[in-house]
């Protein structure tokens, strides 16, 4: 049975999250107009399910143990806190709170005599949760989806993969891993120059 101080900080951190899910789809969808990359904000909004979903299980009145609440608290810590620093300049400093609330749950609630083995099962899942995350960004900020008309371009730098950028003239898409220097505009069927995606 977790302590007092660790379900409360749990709860606060899976409304934090919870609530900063729903603002971020919403002001996602009220700017409107879909980007080329249109599974990174999904991805983005599971995630943040999936790491409340983490800090609120080892709450349910069922038994589990230890290391698996250590274990999801662990997870949702260091996700939250990696991307919370990833998105620091929109909802990253809630993110980064209920992180490190996470984190709180995860030490307060760490009682047996195998501390040691305890922490490291919570260490270790963070790693695989940022792993996940790191994973995710890698994959659907580079899976774009042109729309059939008009030129549209952009890029960015992967974690682990690097630069890279796209291009779409009418439904086709043009991507290019590393830098775009010398890359030429192009020109959409009305003679107006596009943008190279650099």
Known sequence: MDRR???VTSWVAVAIV???DTAYVALIRSQG?????????P??????LAMAALIGLPLAPVPLPQRGRIAMRGAAAGGLLVLGVIAAFSIGV??????????VAAATSTRSPQRFMTIIFGVAAALVAVAVLIAGFEVTERVIVCPESGTVGGGGSGFVTGSYHYQC????LTFMSGSCNGVAGSVD??????????
């Open 5 to 7: 101080a660790s379900r």
């Open 18 to 20: 919870l609530a900063i």
């Open 33 to 41: 107009g879909a980007t080329p990359d249109i599974y990174t904000v």
């Open 43 to 48: 991805f983005v909004s599971g995630y943040l």
């Open 94 to 103: 809630p993110l980064i709170v209920a992180g490190i609330l996470a984190a």
């Open 169 to 172: 003239v009418n439904g086709r």
């Open 189 to 198: 069927s009305n003679g107006n120059a596009g943008s190279n995606g650099c």
